[in-house]
């Protein structure tokens, strides 16, 4: 099982970016897949989530209204599409999938991780 999540990169305030997380080794229709950050010392936090069987998604209050999770099961990839971005957005983004196909904000429940990618939000 392996999940590889890229996209990550240097945008000023106010941009977007567009983060993807490539899964292998498992059927990605079957899992929940979650969206999930840590900025430098502080906590690790959910950020986004979506379920395998009706696709419903959730949201950190902090980026509701501006990002959207979506997947792609045919080719094997959830994508986090964030705008309006923040400085506060700023942190290392990780993917992670939960077999039981429920999707939730909370990390320890997911059964794989991927490593993350860095979104720096600056001018």
């Known amino acids: 099982v392996q999940l590889q999540a890229s996209g990550g990169g240097l945008v000023q305030p106010g941009g977007s970016l567009r983060l993807s997380c490539a899964t292998s080794?498992?059927?990605?229709?079957?899992?929940?897949i979650g969206w999930f950050r840590q900025a430098p010392g502080k906590k690790r936090e959910g950020v986004s989530c979506?379920?395998?069987?009706?696709?419903?998604?959730y949201y950190a209050d902090s980026v509701k209204g501006r990002f959207t999770i979506s997947r792609d099961n045919a080719k094997n990839i959830v994508y986090l599409q964030m705008n309006s971005l923040k400085p506060e957005d700023t942190a290392v983004y990780y993917c992670?999938?939960?077999?039981?196909?429920?999707?939730?904000?909370?990390?320890?429940?997911?059964?794989?991780w991927g490593q993350g990618t860095l979104v720096t939000v600056s001018s």
């Open positions: 979506i379920s395998s069987s009706d696709r419903s998604t």
């Open positions: 080794g498992f059927t990605l229709a079957n899992y929940a």
């Open positions: 992670a999938a939960r077999e039981s196909g429920i999707a939730t904000m909370v990390g320890k429940w997911y059964d794989y």
